[in-house]
């Protein structure tokens, strides 16, 4: 049985970041001037062990957890990934175990994630335009090594693909049809994701955002769209099928369409901290009281007390926070996961 939040929110979905560091350096997350060789990421003793995650995982699940999502920073950068997945995916409650990935590393990954149990794969490419690709990675990877990768992948059994595309104006957004032509048909699904101010790094501004509604009525227009129901497994985007063809497109509308109402994520971060929501400003350190010996039932009073008290809704409120003369530092999205 699920605990629920102040918002009568169940608690389903846990997004662990397994790294704060990435081979990447996306503007809209990581921006490489403020991510420079001389930052200081966490120290790998700071990284909860794969024996501390099997641990908090097991009291997450007894409080209603049944989907995890591995993410990062990059997560394939962890050393040994797969031996952590065997391991959750062996847990008893845990129905959906997912991962996101740049995919620059998947070619070599693919097959030990397959053979290790990993339900499900997410890759980020935010176009099939190179020079736009290094645009928007921090001149790091190229589009070749992400279709390898996809294509390594799809070897491997994972038969179908989430594609997310973080969209931005006068960036990649004339670029976008490119990317239904080239999934058209296959199993795969293209997620196109509004551009969101998660963090404090990447300058962002509403007018950079390209609502959902204006990618629809884009790709609507050569490829007519069909809308599908909202179901457990898309509750973060919205899902259209193709009338004329096979196959799905996604749409995630943080800015214009909040979908805060049934937001049933928690994140830890690399070192143990949990933050109940993408845009908080603060965590909680269980990482801290595990390594001090808390017990298994104290952590979950930790756990239980968090969530209960959880009001978090930051998109259906945005434009108010942002106006506010005075706000704390977001936790950045590359120490928590998307
Ligand atoms: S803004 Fe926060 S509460 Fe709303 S959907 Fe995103 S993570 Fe959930």
């Known amino acids: 049985m699920s605990i629920t939040d102040a918002l009568n929110r169940p608690l389903r979905d846990l997004r662990i970041s397994l790294i704060d560091r990435c081979n990447c350096r996306c503007p809209y997350c990581m921006p490489s001037e403020g991510f420079h060789q001389a930052y200081q990421f966490l120290d790998k003793k700071e990284w909860l062990s794969f024996e501390e995650i099997v641990r908090l995982v097991r009291i997450f699940v007894s409080l209603g957890v049944t989907k995890l999502r591995l993410t990062g920073g990059e997560p394939l950068l962890r050393p040994d990934i797969d031996e952590l997945i065997r391991q959750l995916s062996a847990i008893k409650g ?13 070619k070599e990954w693919a097959p030990r994630l397959k ?24 001149q790091q990877g190229s589009v070749k090594d992400v279709l390898h990768g996809i294509c390594a992948a799809e070897h491997a ?18 670029t976008i049809l490119d990317l239904v032509k080239y999934f058209y048909g296959t199993p795969h699904t293209v ?11 990447n300058h962002w501004e509403n007018a950079q955002v390209v609502a ?11 490829f007519p769209l ?10 973060t985007s919205e899902t259209y099928r193709f009338k004329e063809g ?39 350190d269980l990482g801290a009281h595990l390594r001090g010996g808390a017990t298994d039932e104290f952590l979950s009073h930790l756990i239980r ?12 409120i945005r434009s108010s926070v942002r106006n506010t003369s005075k706000t704390s530092p977001k936790i950045e999205m590359f120490q928590i996961g998307g």
């Open 94 to 106: 845990v129905d959906d175990l997912a991962l996101t990935t740049n995919g620059f590393l998947l």
């Open 115 to 138: 053979e290790a149990q990993l339900g499900r794969l997410t890759v980020s490419l935010d176009t099939l335009d190179e020079a736009i690709f290094r645009q928007m990675s921090g």
């Open 157 to 174: 059994g994972f038969d179908s693909i989430k594609i997310n595309c973080v969209v931005q104006r006068g960036i990649n957004d004339h």
């Open 191 to 201: 997620r196109f994701i509004e551009y969101m101010d998660v963090g404090n790094q």
């Open 212 to 222: 959902s509604s204006e990618v629809i009525s884009l790709i609507d227009a050569q």
């Open 226 to 235: 069909q809308r599908l129901q909202i179901t457990q497994n898309r509750s």
């Open 246 to 284: 096979k196959g799905e497109i996604g749409f995630i509308s943080s800015v214009t369409k909040a979908f805060c109402g049934t937001c049933s994520r928690l994140r830890l971060s690399a070192d143990g901290k949990m933050y109940p929501c993408l845009f908080a400003t603060h965590g909680m």
């Open 305 to 316: 007390e968090l969530w209960i008290k959880r009001e978090d809704h930051y998109s259906e």
